[in-house]
């Protein structure tokens, strides 16, 4: 893992490879798996099959790790935009996807929520 160089965003960006889950916020559209490329606590860039455009409201669903957050691994429920779109070297036709977070929710475990 490493934190991208000559980078200009506030929050620290991390190359890092995690399984998400993403959908279009507030409709009833498949969810879809991916799996990060790079994330922080601002935003997520990840490759996905899922047919989003900029501007596109979306739910993401991701352990947050602690490099990130300071604090265990923890389930993030985020909204935000994509912001960005570009082709990746794939023969699956995927899209690279850039998000950037308007909101997040953190997630609790059923074992702390009984605790």
Do not use: Y
Request: charge should be positive.
């Amino acid at each position: 893992m490493e934190v991208l160089a000559s980078e200009r965003r506030v929050a620290r960006r991390l190359q890092f490879k995690t399984a998400l889950r993403v959908r279009v916020w507030k409709s009833r559209s498949e969810e879809h798996s991916a799996e990060s490329e790079n994330l922080s606590a601002s935003g997520i860039f990840f490759a996905t099959e899922a047919p989003l455009a900029i501007g596109s409201a979306v739910e993401i669903l991701v352990k947050m790790p602690e490099e990130i957050t300071g604090k265990a691994a923890v389930d993030w429920r985020c909204t935000g935009r994509v912001v960005r779109i570009q082709p990746v070297d794939s023969p699956r036709g995927r899209l690279g996807v850039g998000v950037h977070f308007d909101c997040h929710e953190i997630l609790r475990s059923k074992s702390s929520a009984n605790s």
